[in-house]
């Protein structure tokens, strides 16, 4: 099992045959997050804080692997 030392998510492949509806499930929140009129997508809230296209990138690479 590999882990990402940025954000904590873990690949386990054994559990990979369940992942599909938690994606969903994750994309649509983070989708309504980002859609959100006036949203500041690029603002961080601190400095040691991803911003909400930071995350949404991240999570795009995450999938991608």
Wanted: glycine share 10%.
């Amino acid at each position: 099992m590999d882990q990402c030392t940025e954000c904590g998510f873990e690949y386990d492949l054994a559990r990979a045959a369940d992942a599909g509806l938690g994606i969903l499930e994750g994309v649509s929140r983070l989708r309504a997050l980002l859609c959100q009129d006036g949203a500041d997508l690029a603002g961080k809230r601190s400095p040691q804080v991803w911003s909400p296209i930071e995350y949404a990138c991240h999570v795009r690479d995450v999938l991608l692997v």
